[in-house]
Nanobody, 124 residues
């Protein structure tokens, strides 16, 4: 399985940005896709996750109400719409995929494959 993330860039506070992550070579029928981020000098943290065949989404408290995770089943692609961006959202954003419906969707260890990361920089 390979994941390709894109859509990062430099924006100003209050702007919006949409990240995309396409999955290739997926062979399992049920899975969860998630977004994590790692800010400079900090540990990687959970951002959002979505179950593939049921409409269930999960968000970190810091992004709830501003970010929206969605998916395109036909394209095996997950999106992260980020609105009202803040300087503290600056980070490298990673997408990941976990086979099945792990209850630990917010934990890195629950995911089997990771994308290369895309940098989001929010200026004040």
């Amino acid at each position: 399985v390979q994941l390709q993330a894109c859509g990062g860039g430099l924006v100003q506070a209050g702007d919006s940005l949409r990240l995309s992550c396409a999955a290739f070579g997926v062979t399992f029928s049920t899975y969860t896709m998630g977004w994590f981020r790692q800010a400079p000098g900090k540990e990687r943290e959970f951002v959002a996750a979505i179950r593939w065949s049921v409409r269930m989404t999960y968000y970190a408290a810091s992004v709830k109400g501003r970010f929206t995770i969605s998916r395109d089943n036909a394209k095996y692609t997950v999106y992260l719409q980020m609105n009202s961006l803040k300087p503290e959202d600056t980070a490298v954003y990673y997408c990941a995929i976990a086979a099945g419906y792990s209850v630990g969707y917010y934990r890195e260890a629950a995911y089997d494959y990771w994308g290369q990361g895309t940098l989001v920089t929010v200026s004040s």
